[in-house]
């Protein structure tokens, strides 16, 4: 029996099923393929000359000894206790130094003062789910992920407030987790 022209998909197709491409095709593909190639080398020189990568600092950390820490934080930077429980004065840490911002449904804890200039080590971390800091309108984008303290090494650079919103998809409340830094 001779064979149909045309075959289902779960056939093989016919031996002579390639046809060398010519004229546009062959233009078209050459450029997609250049342009391949010109998106896979731009992976490896935005890491090294984007500048929009954080240093890559992180540690291993408990939920529970993150939030210790952050209260201790909050404790040495305003020596008032009820301030921990309304958690809305922001927290003004002096230069240079470790700050810190918990993560957690729904909301970025506590609100920090920064001074324009001067350089921190910004401690971030979830103590639940994998949230992401994004810090408008400046667009810097990081994920927050729970069991890590990531550690990014900033200078705020203009006054002003910035807020954090919460760009990981992270449960119901997810739309209303926001918070904020003040730089002055
Ligand atoms: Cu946290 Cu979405």
Redesign the pocket.
Known sequence: MMSQPSRSSIECPAPDWFKVPTGNERIWIGLALCWCMVMSLMMPYWHFKGKQNSSGESYSVKPADFTKRTEKFILANTGAESLLEEGLAPIVPAPPGDVYLI?K??FWFPILKLRAGEVYRLHISSVD?Q??FSLQPINMNFQVVPGFDHVLTITPQAPGTYPIV??????IG?QN?VGKIIVE
């Not at 919460?166 to 449960?171: A, K, L, R, S, V």
Request: hydrophobic content about 30%; some cysteine; proline content about 0%.
């Open positions: 993560a449904q729904y789910f949230h992401g919460c760009n990981e998809f992270c449960g997810h987790m």
